[in-house]
């Protein structure tokens, strides 16, 4: 028997949702709320299998109710519903753990189905999400580290651009030919969408300034 928690701040929602989930043989709804509070203190207590969160609520999110909630609970599968398709509410909810995200257009019968996915824990994102989802990461790493994008040697070539050295000197330094590494600054202005050699050296010379070199 799958267990169920529904949360959704509309009455007439989670009623509709419960009836349509209780008329299955292997789904029984234990509990319900229609806020982010009573479902955090809930949800704990009750140990349901899957948690069908709404995403807006008057006091806050389903994303940070599943957040919280599977902090305790890492094995709760959280159903993400929602009015709206919203690609910042989805990242959201992928970050905080949920399993699926599905919108309240769905029919009934993919919604049940929807929620025995995700009992049994598989996941409900599409590739193309996934996609998305592991894109926006990049960029996060990126803002987190502005050289993510580059190769070693291209890290290498980008400090001592810092130091003030010439492609010749560089390439003096590395062995390599001058016309490789005028190939490798290009890329890496490029990786780091820069147009001038000065703007790379200021990065170095700051860069080298946070690790307290």
Excluded at 19 to 34: K, N, P, S, T
Aim: hydrophobic share 45%; aromatic share 4%; glycine share 6%.
């Amino acid at each position: 028997m799958i267990r169920v928690f529904l949360l959704d701040d509309h009455e007439v929602v989670r009623r509709g949702v419960a009836a349509l989930l209780e008329a299955e043989d292997d789904i029984e709804v234990i509990g319900e709320a229609g806020t982010a509070e009573s479902a955090i203190a809930r949800i704990p207590a009750l140990k349901p299998d899957v948690a069908v969160l709404d995403v807006r609520l008057p006091d806050g999110s389903g994303v940070d109710v599943c957040r919280e909630v599977r902090s305790w609970m890492p094995e709760l599968a959280c159903l993400m519903l929602t009015s709206f398709a919203d690609d910042e509410a989805l990242f959201d909810a992928v970050m905080a753990g949920a399993s699926g995200y599905v919108l309240k257009q769905i029919h009934g019968s993919d919604l049940v189905g929807a929620v025995r996915t995700v009992a049994s824990g598989q996941s409900l994102l599409d590739p193309q999400t996934t996609a998305t989802m592991l894109q926006r990461l990049r960029e996060q790493a990126e803002k987190r580290d502005p050289l993510a994008a580059l190769s070693e040697q291209e890290r290498h070539i980008l400090e001592l651009i810092g130091e003030g050295l010439t492609n010749r000197q560089i390439g003096e330094r590395l062995y390599l030919a001058e016309k490789t590494v005028k190939n490798y600054v290009s890329n890496l202005l490029s990786k780091l969408n820069m147009q001038r050699r000065t703007q790379a050296a200021a990065l170095a010379a700051r860069l080298k300034v946070n690790r307290g070199e």
